[in-house]
């Protein structure tokens, strides 16, 4: 983009700026699928732990869970929650 940012033709100009619109468009499109999978993830983990806390039971040990697995799961929730927000704007 530079060689062509320089020239004096502002025809090349633009087409030089657009060249980088799109790339940019398309990386970021490209990450946007990566974070929005990586969010399903969370989702889906979150969800497994909330079944497991509703259960009753710890998954990891297949024993009862601690009276605050509820609590944690609400902590773990808003800690994905806050983590992944800021990517999706």
Known sequence: MDRLARSDSPELRVAAMLTWVIQRRVVLAERVERLRKELAEAE????????AAAAGRCPARGTPAPR???????????????????HLT
Do not use: M, N
């Open 68 to 86: 605050s697995a509820a609590a944690y799961v609400g902590e773990v929730l808003k800690r994905i929650a806050a983590e992944v927000a800021p």
């Open 44 to 51: 889906a983990a979150v969800a497994r732990l909330a079944a």
